[in-house]
């Protein structure tokens, strides 16, 4: 197994690619209660972030935290964080139910905010962080990291900008992912406070569907959910499936799942179809099975011919820099927030539409 058998502490590194001078830009990590925390300061420090402090109740995870990061000062408290006015962005991978909350405590006290996915598991969060970003004027982020941390998905948003297949017409998007069961922490299986399967790891799926097609909206026009194989916890949910339909006719289909079987040597085979008037592009994120151990494997159908480009390590992860640009000059290049939050509300909606199947 590979030592990427685990979606939970999937950490991509990238080659340090600096936006700006050191100390010119400074954040803390709070709320480590994701691994994707360690992604988040990887992509930020390699684009010349400097990493200050670190807080988290737990003493152990603030230790763990400290072996992969010695620069960062244990903070007592958040407090301690919100008082630094040298502090420019919180990253947090809070558990689900308390990112919008932090969020809004992170704004008000005058700084970014840059949260794992899923950012919210209600309405209310949501509309919440809404009014505190339009008060405030602070940013609300999300590491959506299946398009932002994966350079096939990174070179496909250029390619569907660039007309490289016409009109996109659908997205498909297949995000399954290893139970890892044993090692999952007690709120892992509590659905109030992971937000449900379309919830949380749709959420990557809705983001792309957005990013890909070009539509600013969209509606459910079906969901579902299931929890097919584990009875001994019976709120989780490990399979969810939806489909949209942008305000532009694009259509979309996820399915999300914890069934990544034993043998596979990563741990999940993430894969994406754009289906375009003038082509298609598969992205086979993070393994070519049966072929290639490898991740980032784009493969391209256009007028011209069929072409495999294998894209590790040539495209970079630009939106850490981006974001570090954005919260400097109030700039919105990395991410709109209108985007960031749309992404939010249909997986929220999708949630609740949701239908339980088993």
């Known amino acids: 197994m590979s030592a990427n058998a685990d979606g939970m502490n999937y950490a991509p590194r990238g080659k340090p690619n600096p936006v700006v001078k050191a100390g010119e830009f400074i954040f803390a990590a709070a709320h480590l209660d994701h691994g994707h925390i360690v992604g988040q300061c990887n992509g930020l420090l390699e684009a010349g972030a400097e990493l200050k402090w670190v807080c988290d109740p737990d003493e152990k995870k603030v230790a763990d935290f400290q072996k992969k990061f010695p620069q960062a000062k244990a903070a007592r408290s958040l407090d301690e964080i919100l008082a630094d006015p040298g502090v420019k962005l919180v990253a947090a991978a809070a558990i689900p139910s308390d990112r919008g909350p932090l969020g809004c405590r992170v704004m008000q006290a005058g700084k970014d905010y840059f949260t794992d996915k899923t950012p919210f598991t209600t309405l209310d969060q949501l509309r919440e962080a809404q009014e505190v970003t339009a008060k405030t004027g602070q940013k609300y982020m999300v590491y959506y990291s299946e398009r932002l ?199 929220l909606r999708a949630q609740a539409a949701a239908e339980k199947i088993a």
């Open 149 to 347: 941390h994966v350079e096939s998905a990174m070179y496909a948003t250029d390619l569907v900008q660039q007309g490289a297949i016409g009109r996109v017409l659908q997205v498909l998007g297949l995000g399954p992912h290893r139970l890892s069961k044993t090692s999952r922490p007690a709120w892992f299986f509590q659905k109030a406070k992971y937000g449900g399967i379309l919830c949380d790891i749709g959420s990557h799926q809705f983001e792309q569907f957005l990013t890909f097609s070009g539509a600013t909206d969209a509606k459910v026009t079906h969901a579902a959910v299931a929890n097919y194989a584990n009875p001994d916890t019976p709120e989780l949910e490990d399979f969810g499936e939806a489909s949209l339909l942008g305000n532009n006719g694009a259509t979309n289909y996820i399915r999300v799942d914890w069934f990544t079987p034993a043998g596979l040597g990563t741990w999940g085979d993430g894969r994406t179809i754009i289906l375009g008037t003038d082509g298609y592009i598969e992205l086979r994120k993070y393994v070519d099975v049966g072929r290639e151990a490898t991740g980032d494997h784009l493969y391209l159908v256009d007028q011209k011919g069929e072409h495999h480009l294998s894209v590790a390590g040539k495209i970079g992860f630009r939106f850490f820099g981006e974001l570090i640009l954005d919260c400097l000059n109030r700039t919105e290049k990395a991410m709109t927030q209108a985007h960031a939050f749309k992404a939010a509300e249909l997986c």
